[in-house]
């Protein structure tokens, strides 16, 4: 499986990058952990003309951690998110997720940008990016923008992204203390993609779920805020009666793919019984 | 007094790992020869049709592209490629050509070649090579089988059936108290040894040189040269090192000609690697069966007779062993148990799909399944305890030896050498320690539901008819030892010399084990059916014995006595207080070569046993411990056999749990990655264990070994299964088929639990 | 397109397409073929090099991304003398049968313990989730990486 011919270019500024891309008239791809599009590249999947790398640019991998909100640069690797002490305290639900992404040699690679522009939906990045409803900050030749997540991804390895923007930067919102929270996601190898999987997070207020966020992976096109569900838990206590509506709820409100390793309807109740188990561990 | 050598029995560390473990092993991949080009194969994109046409003009335009080469410029007869095992003319219309001969067959068939300056230059012409194809309905199961005749001349899609057979199944049918039916499928999956298949083929005018054998060599030399008319003597192929086989690699494949071929048609040497999505679809798959069968019991659990139809998705051709598994099905269904009435019929199946040869236990692991499965359901429907079931169906060793089904047509026999069935089995029970595990059967603890199983099998291995050895005693007094055994990666180079050792007395250090190229031995066969100790290490053993004698008789006109005077004494001949070193015995090399003859399959056997906790919301199943015992009759290197056993087992977990090959109804090959083809990994199997003992040898081999290796694989899928319904007994879930996958344990659940509240709907009158 | 980095201690230079992948230019133009190609699709881990000390999948690495960092193949971990305490380990608990995975798990288990020598059985086996082999069944494996990491705690040369 040898990559189809292409040329290549490391500019050193986001400026030039935003340049090159917009040059090829959609025929560019930005390359940068390479761990989503090289695979692509050796299945021939993708034939782009030329790929922008962004290795010589400078400041997109920081981890920003204020009153604000969590801030990780585009560049930033699976590996400096595992190794970043801080963040721990600062989002368990991210550290948490990140965990499940991938494998050792590929965490030194792949970057929080990669897997947000690749947009797999199954994805923890992007699971988490909807849940939390993060902004995401672009860059192009028109300007600067920023997208909400949830107007981000767009479907099934499809984003807002034009062929000339850039994704930078990724804000998550602050954290609060006191906050329940959980990630559970099953996949059929310790690494894989999920099959399904679940986000979720709330706050408590008189001893009641409050502004409580859903997410969920692999059952749709792309990352999914269960609303449906939310709106089932919010202001309730969180006992039985509440996590069986909860799931009924989750039940009714996706519509999962099919494919080679689990049918819809595996999906759809695997998604329950995580959403079940999540909304569980949470309370403890 | 010198201390006779003992290296046999003993965990040598391999000297193969000095070269592997520093990254300079050479394998097909790492050869090159002077202005060498590469070839990339273009393969059918679709499953069946017939071939109108290829234009591959566009494709010779590009620069870099020195060739493109399609059925046109062979002869007007494509070769093909033959039997190697049941070689019966019933099946030759079946034969796969070189290369798409008028049809296609599967998704993958090789339709054109190109040879260009490199790979990617090569990849990028099969772009520009048109080919039309006119499609035709595709089979793809066997509900199919009437859609489309893969070869219409032949008027259906089964190529042959075989029977197995043994008493009278009828009868012992007919008065057995007992008949339970079970119906039952392994999914499609295959070998997938790590390293890809690959070759450089180098033609200079007179000689052809191969580089990237494996397996059976000689076989393949004279295929070869028969089908490039040339002399056998015209022909080298030479084994590098080899990244696995599992009985999938070094078989005959289109390439196996197609690149040679490549080379005396360019006259320069061609160079070509397949990549891993190549080797989904081209290289054998393996074990896709469907069963029909019923045993039949007396009301104390013995087991009188096993009758049914078991049908084989071979794929779109007969391959050089395709035969072997759907023959072992039906031949070794009965395994350890004494059963005196079989009547099983096995049909080979042609579809549109990539054609199938022998993996790791073929056909064993298969049947292995069905049997246990039906076993434990024979236990439960007669209320019998399950390991009371199997002690009171073992062959016993005063039965031995016992034969079992015989297998018609291409005759054979075969029958159990000897054994201790109830001992291993005892053994496997006690190290695993089913005594404090039973308590857990079948409970709900922490959300998992445990559950056991133990399950017992036989493993037959040294296929004959023969092997041959070359001892080469150097001017140095070093012993080269040429074998026409092959390397797989099973540690021949170190066993081997640790045979030597022991058969000659010389150092161990002084011993170089060459293996596998056809220039090494006149004849030799290869490694198949875990025959490389018993028939290569036999052969040496015979080869030994001659250059003793030839050393002594050369010792005694020197020592001026009688041959039979002369000591020999690790290197060195003595008579008397007269010594001479082997290296001054005579100005040239001393070479013997011997063969061992052995038509009688060797039958090791053993008992595993297995503790999972199963998860019925999502379906996951647990391995929390897995015990393997295992009686080889003598060991060589407990090291090397203990690893092959732990790999197998694992091998054998991931038919049991992960892998499968699945096709669409169109015939395309969805499983193309390894990101689709699962295969376990270092935290997916953690706790597996296992012992070997040396019950009882081998009466039919001068080592007394039986050939191991294989085994480990072979009762997996059926204890599992076993397991899986032990730990969902509450539920009467009941696993038929592999894979056991999570979405299908689950499914299984769901309609478990839907049975159960239709009854009690049923019950409340609803 | 040139590209000039170092490879097990030697500075390299060698001019590539950018199509070309990190590992094709170290078997091909470098002529190391220590590091092998068992998928050429980012999952089997057989490929695996150290660049700048942390272990990556050089067939997912274009050759020309490569520029100016420090690249360790199998090879650049072995000694002509003697085997490394990690591979007298593998070879010690029969670690490998076919050898063709065996680079891949050297250098992925070296980048481990040179960074968490103490790592514990499950973390060891975490990591080493991303190299399949086919032969060993893992086991043997584990043990050798276990067995090992004395020989880092203590900081030996590697």
Redesign the interface.
Known sequence: MKLAAFDYASPATIEEAVALLASRSGNAKIISGGQSLVPMLAFRLAAPELLVDLKQLQGLNRIDIAEDGVRLGAKVRWCEIERNERLKGAHPLLVEAIRHVAHYQIRNRGTVGGSLAHADPAAEMPGIAITSEAELMIVGSKGKRIDKASDFFKGSLSTSLAPDEILTEIKLPPWLVGRRWAFLEFALRRGDFAIAGVALYYDMVGGNIADIHIGAIGVGDRPLRLHAVEAVLNGRKLDDVAIEDAAKAARESIDPPSDIHAPAEYRRALLTTLLARALRQSAV | MRIPNSYIGR?I??T????????????V??VNRPRQLTAAILRSSLAHGRLRGINASRALAMPGVHRVLTANDFDNEIPRIALRLQPLPQLAPFHQPMIADKKVRYVGEPVALVVAE???IA??ALDFIEVDIEPLPVVVAREQAEAALLFEEHGTNCAISWKAFRGDADAAFKEADYVRRGHFKVQRHA??????RGFVADWDGQTLTVWGAAKTAWYNRRLLAASLRLPIEAVDLIEV????G?GSRGEFYPEDYLIPAAAKLVGRPVKW?E???EHMMAANHAREVECEVEIAARRDGRVLGLRGQIWSDIGAYVRTNGGVGPRNVAQYMSGPYAIENIDLKSSMLLTNKTPTGTYRGPGRFETDFIRERMLDLLAKDLNIDRLELRRRNFVADSQMPYPLASITPYDSSTELDSGDYHAVFDRCLAEFDWKTKEQFSGRLIDGYYHGLAVGSFIEGGAAGPKEEARLVLETDGTLSVYLGSSS????LETIMAQIAADATEMPYEKIRVRHGSTSHVKEGYGAYHSRSTVMGGSAILRAAEQLKERIRALGAKRLGCLAEQVMLDGERARYGNRTLRFADLSAFPIEVEAEFLNNKQTWAYGTHAVHVAVDA????VKVLDYMAVEDVGRTINP??L???T??????GLGGAF?E?L?YDANGQL???????Y?????????K?RSSIVELKRCPNNPLGAKGGGEGGIIPVGGIMANAIADALKHLDVQPMELPL???RI??LV?AAKSQVTTRLEGENGK | MKVNFELNGKRVETDVEPRMTLADCIRDHLRQTGTHLACEHGVCGACTVLVNGEAVRSCLILAVQAQDERVLTVEGLSREEALTPLQSAFRKHHALQCGFCTPGFITTAHALLTEEPEADEDRIREVLSGNLCRCTGYLPIIEAVLEARSAYTHKDDK
């Open positions: 965990p560390e391999r193969e790992d000095l070269r592997f473990l520093r990254g300079r092993g050479t394998y991949a790492d490199t790979a990617a990849e990028d070998a997938m040894f790590m390293e890809p090192d080899v990244g696995g599992f690697n990549d891993r999505r797989v990666g099973q540690g919301g999502t379906g996951r090291a090397t203990h690893g092959q732990i790999g197998s087992i694992v091998q992960l499968h699945v969805l499983t193309g990655s390894f990101a689709d699962l295969m376990p990994t270092a935290s997916d199997f953690p597996i996958s999570p979405p689950w499914a769901e």
